[in-house]
């Protein structure tokens, strides 16, 4: 009995847990929105954060995690950084997964005596951690280098129409 | 004493929300997520109540000291002259079929994002001031009391409304949320209670004749330094017309096409495709510097400032002499032109019924407003044969096309930009069903929301439209998306940047004029925006 076999046998209960943790930081009836609607047009917010769960699960439960993974994790927090939440609570959804897996699998693990398996799993998420710090703070200058590259090209084009700028000519 | 150990502090903290009653949640302005009020100076010119200045995140809103009285006969002069109104205030059966389909709702996951329960802010303080139920029965009866929360809670959520109506597709009574906005925003605005980024623009409207406050030496500036760029890509200087007296055609489109890229590409479409008509058939068309809006930011505010900036259009026809209008690409200026201007400033019988001197086609929904929209235009020129198209110095472009939400939802404006799209364009891929054509998502932006400060809450309310551009950018390379909206132009190149990089935004007349073959035109190495044309990299 090894933990990654568990971790995939209760695939299912796990990745429901996480979405609903995921989702309890919504006001209730905007969760069961975005647990129920399952299109993916007509409710973008839930069915990313269900279909982008899964896929970074799967990416943990591989040796080594794919080059999709940085793809997955945008994914929900490009929307997750606009949603007037706090940082720590917009990225909350990594750190409980450590919460989900333990509450999920903790008689098997200590029944198996699988701690230093689940320590390495564990080593995983906090990589995980890292990987969405940067992605949030990626989305975060995005929004902030477009403001300031709007000023910018604001003020140039009234300085340019005033006259007040001469481009060099070429010889 | 000791301080809490980080266990007993992690320990309080929960992520989950409280479970209670939307009455009992208090509104909490939050920055980035309102509007900046407006500035007095704006309101006063135009004569609107109680301008001041005033902070959101301050407790004291400076309402003045009648204020009940004030909502509770704005409230009762809007339900007797309003049918719709007082319709909707007691018809909803809270069937909840609207609740996810607004994009604020989508994207936020804010429940008083829902329309049912945006109308609900309304609808409770009808119940408790107008019905026996609700005096009665108060909360019972879905009643509460008027307070000065309930008017933060309005002016906070009526400005997170664009009025695109996409919930009203779904409602089973036809109950028009962008209506309740409309009256929900005319009640704040009797407390002095407004927007900057429309009551600015509206007072420019108003003294300038559009909503920078563009003059009209500047207008006409603008739009000959297109005809520079026209003229630095085809060889050819078209010759634009300003306040032409006796011309055949007034056009009027959105001040956005003439400041702000990517629409000024668009107005440059314009220019070109008037050249070719005036150079091939005579066709004899004038720009005004007056009317120099087509955008309505009195629809905004209230019907009356509606009516009066919309007269413009008309005063200007009459002035003019021409025989019908031309109307540009743009969003709200049609809700306005196509359900309003005729009630409210008609009947133009000073105009003729609009018949497309080159085709004969007369077209009959214009028939009242004498107003016709481009698209159909240009789409009767092409089917008629009348227009000399390249369409593959389009073929960089892969294409998808947004229905904006008032040409689509408010005139069912729906196959002629298709149409034309068709004609100019080889590579073109409709986004999925349930979000286009009426069932269209807003750009998040309408309505007056296009304010930079809350651009964070309007990419959340794009999120659904940039979703499913996604989803035809990542299964058939779309790299363009086509628009006959200037709020949508503005607005989307953004939004497409955060959601969807590598999507650059159009106007349907800026792929016109790439594809238009003028007459005498030298070959062409770039389109109108300097890049190179398919085959011309090199």
């Not at chain 1, 007037?84 to 990594?94: D, G, K, T, Y």
């Not at chain 1, 998420?125 to 940067?134: K, P, S, T, V």
């Not at chain 2, 809103?61 to 009285?69: A, V």
């Not at chain 2, 659904?464 to 551009?469: D, I, L, Y």
């Given at each position: 009995m090894d933990l990654y076999s568990l971790l995939r046998e209760k695939k299912k209960t796990i990745l429901n847990n996480w979405l609903d943790d995921l989702l309890s930081s919504y006001p209730p009836e905007s969760a069961q929105f975005f647990k129920s609607n399952p299109n993916q047009f007509s409710n973008p917010v839930g069915n990313t954060f269900r279909l982008n769960l899964e896929k970074i699960y799967d990416e943990l439960l591989q040796d080594k995690c794919s080059e999709k993974l940085p793809e997955w994790l945008d994914g929900i927090i490009r929307i997750r950084s606009l949603q007037e939440l706090h940082p720590s609570l917009s990225l909350n959804f990594a750190f409980s997964l450590k919460k989900i897996v333990w509450n999920s699998l903790k008689k098997e693990i200590k029944k198996h005596n699988l701690y230093e398996d689940y320590y390495k799993f564990s080593q995983r998420i906090d990589e995980l951690l890292g990987l969405a710090f940067d992605i949030y703070m990626q989305c975060r200058e995005k929004i902030w280098s477009q403001k300031a590259n709007y000023i910018n090209s604001r003020v140039h084009k009234l300085l340019e129409r005033a006259g007040y700028i001469k481009e060099v000519e070429a010889f | 004493m000791a301080l809490p150990s980080a266990r007993e502090l992690f320990s309080k903290i929960s992520h989950r929300m409280p479970k209670r009653e939307w009455m009992d949640i208090p509104v909490e302005i939050k920055p980035g997520r309102y509007c900046y009020p407006a500035n007095p100076k704006s309101l006063e010119y135009v004569g609107m109540p109680y301008a001041r200045q005033w902070s959101p995140?301050?407790?004291?809103?400076?309402?003045?000291?009648n204020w009940m009285e004030i909502i509770r006969t704005g409230m009762r002069d809007r339900l007797d002259r309003f049918r719709t109104f007082k319709i909707f205030m007691d018809i909803c059966?809270?069937?909840?079929?609207?609740?996810?389909?607004c994009h604020f709702f989508i994207g936020?996951?804010?429940?008083?994002?829902?329309p049912v329960l945006r109308a609900e802010l309304l609808r409770s303080i009808y119940r408790g001031e107008f019905t026996t139920a609700g005096k009665i029965l108060g909360r019972f009866a879905g009643a509460r009391k008027l307070t000065e929360e309930v008017i933060k809670e309005w002016w906070y959520y009526f400005y997170q409304c664009?009025?695109?109506r996409r919930c009203s597709l779904f409602c089973p009574y036809g109950i028009d949320q962008a209506e309740l906005t409309i009256i929900g925003r005319e009640l704040t605005n009797l407390l002095g209670l407004n927007t900057d980024w429309i009551a600015t623009p509206v007072a420019n409207c108003y003294r300038t004749g559009n909503h920078l406050g563009i003059q009209p030496h500047a207008f006409k500036e603008m739009i000959e330094f297109f005809c520079d760029d026209i003229e630095e890509v085809t060889g050819i200087r078209p010759e634009p017309q300003f306040?032409?007296?006796?011309?055949?055609i007034l056009f009027i489109t959105p001040s956005g096409d003439v400041f702000a890229d990517p629409g000024t590409y668009t107005c440059m479409g314009y220019l070109m495709l008037f050249h070719y008509l005036k150079e091939e058939y005579g066709l004899d068309v004038t720009w005004s510097t007056y009317a120099?809006?087509?955008?309505?930011f009195g629809f905004f505010t209230s019907h009356e400032m509606m009516k009066r900036l919309n007269a413009k259009m008309y005063m200007e026809a009459k002035r003019l002499g021409v025989k019908w209008i031309l109307g540009g690409e743009c969003g709200h200026m049609w809700r306005v032109i196509h359900q309003y201007m005729d009630t409210m400033n008609?009947?133009?019988?000073?105009?003729?019924?609009?018949?497309?001197?080159?085709?004969?086609?007369?077209f009959e929904n214009a028939k009242s407003t004498k107003m016709v929209h481009i698209t159909e235009f240009t789409a009767d020129l092409i089917k008629h044969g009348k227009l000399k198209l390249d369409?593959?110095?389009?073929?960089n472009i892969i294409l998808t096309y947004h229905d904006s939400c008032n040409p689509s939802r408010?005139?069912?404006?729906?196959e002629e930009p298709r149409y034309i799209i068709k004609h100019v364009c080889n590579h073109f891929y409709e986004m999925p069903e349930n979000t286009i054509r009426e069932q269209t998502f807003c750009c998040g932006s309408g309505a007056g929301l296009n304010a930079g400060e809350i651009e964070e809450l309007r990419f959340l309310g794009g999120l659904p439209r940039a979703n499913a551009v996604k989803h035809v950018h990542d299964?058939?390379?779309?790299n363009m998306l086509a628009c006959i909206c200037a709020i949508d132009r503005a607005v989307f190149p953004p939004l497409m940047d955060y959601w969807v990089p590598g999507v650059d935004v159009t106007g349907i007349h800026e792929l016109v004029g790439n594809a238009l073959i003028l007459p005498?035109?030298?070959?062409?190495?770039?389109?109108l925006r300097g890049e190179p044309l398919p085959g011309k990299e090199g």
């Amino acid at each position: 009995m090894d933990l990654y076999s568990l971790l995939r046998e209760k695939k299912k209960t796990i990745l429901n847990n996480w979405l609903d943790d995921l989702l309890s930081s919504y006001p209730p009836e905007s969760a069961q929105f975005f647990k129920s609607n399952p299109n993916q047009f007509s409710n973008p917010v839930g069915n990313t954060f269900r279909l982008n769960l899964e896929k970074i699960y799967d990416e943990l439960l591989q040796d080594k995690c794919s080059e999709k993974l940085p793809e997955w994790l945008d994914g929900i927090i490009r929307i997750r950084s606009l949603q007037e939440l706090h940082p720590s609570l917009s990225l909350n959804f990594a750190f409980s997964l450590k919460k989900i897996v333990w509450n999920s699998l903790k008689k098997e693990i200590k029944k198996h005596n699988l701690y230093e398996d689940y320590y390495k799993f564990s080593q995983r998420i906090d990589e995980l951690l890292g990987l969405a710090f940067d992605i949030y703070m990626q989305c975060r200058e995005k929004i902030w280098s477009q403001k300031a590259n709007y000023i910018n090209s604001r003020v140039h084009k009234l300085l340019e129409r005033a006259g007040y700028i001469k481009e060099v000519e070429a010889f | 004493m000791a301080l809490p150990s980080a266990r007993e502090l992690f320990s309080k903290i929960s992520h989950r929300m409280p479970k209670r009653e939307w009455m009992d949640i208090p509104v909490e302005i939050k920055p980035g997520r309102y509007c900046y009020p407006a500035n007095p100076k704006s309101l006063e010119y135009v004569g609107m109540p109680y301008a001041r200045q005033w902070s959101p995140l301050d407790e004291d809103w400076k309402l003045p000291e009648n204020w009940m009285e004030i909502i509770r006969t704005g409230m009762r002069d809007r339900l007797d002259r309003f049918r719709t109104f007082k319709i909707f205030m007691d018809i909803c059966v809270r069937c909840g079929a609207c609740a996810d389909k607004c994009h604020f709702f989508i994207g936020t996951g804010d429940p008083k994002n829902m329309p049912v329960l945006r109308a609900e802010l309304l609808r409770s303080i009808y119940r408790g001031e107008f019905t026996t139920a609700g005096k009665i029965l108060g909360r019972f009866a879905g009643a509460r009391k008027l307070t000065e929360e309930v008017i933060k809670e309005w002016w906070y959520y009526f400005y997170q409304c664009t009025e695109c109506r996409r919930c009203s597709l779904f409602c089973p009574y036809g109950i028009d949320q962008a209506e309740l906005t409309i009256i929900g925003r005319e009640l704040t605005n009797l407390l002095g209670l407004n927007t900057d980024w429309i009551a600015t623009p509206v007072a420019n409207c108003y003294r300038t004749g559009n909503h920078l406050g563009i003059q009209p030496h500047a207008f006409k500036e603008m739009i000959e330094f297109f005809c520079d760029d026209i003229e630095e890509v085809t060889g050819i200087r078209p010759e634009p017309q300003f306040n032409k007296k006796g011309a055949d055609i007034l056009f009027i489109t959105p001040s956005g096409d003439v400041f702000a890229d990517p629409g000024t590409y668009t107005c440059m479409g314009y220019l070109m495709l008037f050249h070719y008509l005036k150079e091939e058939y005579g066709l004899d068309v004038t720009w005004s510097t007056y009317a120099s809006e087509g955008g309505n930011f009195g629809f905004f505010t209230s019907h009356e400032m509606m009516k009066r900036l919309n007269a413009k259009m008309y005063m200007e026809a009459k002035r003019l002499g021409v025989k019908w209008i031309l109307g540009g690409e743009c969003g709200h200026m049609w809700r306005v032109i196509h359900q309003y201007m005729d009630t409210m400033n008609g009947p133009a019988d000073f105009l003729e019924e609009p018949v497309n001197p080159i085709t004969g086609t007369k077209f009959e929904n214009a028939k009242s407003t004498k107003m016709v929209h481009i698209t159909e235009f240009t789409a009767d020129l092409i089917k008629h044969g009348k227009l000399k198209l390249d369409k593959s110095r389009n073929d960089n472009i892969i294409l998808t096309y947004h229905d904006s939400c008032n040409p689509s939802r408010g005139m069912g404006l729906l196959e002629e930009p298709r149409y034309i799209i068709k004609h100019v364009c080889n590579h073109f891929y409709e986004m999925p069903e349930n979000t286009i054509r009426e069932q269209t998502f807003c750009c998040g932006s309408g309505a007056g929301l296009n304010a930079g400060e809350i651009e964070e809450l309007r990419f959340l309310g794009g999120l659904p439209r940039a979703n499913a551009v996604k989803h035809v950018h990542d299964k058939f390379g779309v790299n363009m998306l086509a628009c006959i909206c200037a709020i949508d132009r503005a607005v989307f190149p953004p939004l497409m940047d955060y959601w969807v990089p590598g999507v650059d935004v159009t106007g349907i007349h800026e792929l016109v004029g790439n594809a238009l073959i003028l007459p005498g035109e030298k070959e062409r190495e770039t389109n109108l925006r300097g890049e190179p044309l398919p085959g011309k990299e090199g």
